[in-house]
């Protein structure tokens, strides 16, 4: 389904559960698509626990563009998204936001404004690193601290963006694996599966 933004439509896959007792909402990374195999992974391990699913392409991959615009886009992007599935789809539910790399990023700096329960984070990419000799970029740890409802983080061990420290409401998961977390999906969904359970 489509979704109208700001920005221009959106499109939403959606994965209902047969009797939801919550909904997570999942952004995709910058430079790939919801098809990635953590949002794979956490997309059956919420409907294992009665979450249905909701897989947000941003507008500019709908349009066609590989590359990502702005970060205040992105954000009053996902917000109409978000809006518009609370106030329809998913009307009733209480929503966790998150996705995975930048769709992490954009879940954590419109927590608040989408009214999220709980955001899970896949492959946060607390930290740009270095290139050619210069320093590495500066840390987005502020962003994940902004945060102020419970969190969940999924990092490979060896993601090169950096691993995130625990929080009071963040919960850090370590997997085999890098920032694409390929390497074993099924911990990626054992992780999220045991956080929602919580829920």
């Known amino acids: ?11 939403v896959r959606l994965h209902p559960a047969a009797k939801p007792r919550g909904a997570l909402v999942l952004g995709h990374g910058a430079g790939g698509g919801i098809e990635a195999p953590d949002l794979v992974a956490a997309t059956g391990a919420a409907l294992a626990q009665h979450f249905s699913v909701a897989l947000v ?4 991959r709908v ?3 590989r590359s ?25 539910l209480p929503l966790v936001t998150g996705g995975r790399s930048a769709g992490a990023r954009v879940a954590c700096r419109t927590a608040e404004a989408t009214g999220a329960a709980g955001v899970v ?38 993601d090169r963006f950096g691993m995130p420290p625990q929080g009071p409401t963040r919960e850090v ?8 977390l ?15 359970k919580t829920r």
């Open 1 to 11: 389904m489509k979704v109208d933004t700001p920005h221009g439509p959106a499109g």
């Open 57 to 60: 392409e941003q507008p500019y």
């Open 63 to 65: 349009a066609g563009r």
């Open 68 to 92: 990502s615009p702005a970060a205040h886009q992105l954000d009053a992007a996902w917000t109409a998204v978000v809006e518009a599935l609370a106030a329809r789809e998913l009307k009733g």
């Open 121 to 158: 984070c896949l492959a946060f990419p607390l930290q740009a690193p270095s290139r050619k000799g210069k320093p590495p970029g500066p840390t987005r740890l502020d962003e994940l601290d902004a945060v102020k409802v419970a969190m969940l983080v999924v990092q490979g061990e060896g």
């Open 173 to 180: 998961v370590q997997v085999k694996g890098d920032h694409s």
């Open 182 to 196: 390929r390497s074993d999906p099924q911990a990626v969904a054992a992780a999220v599966e045991s956080w929602l």
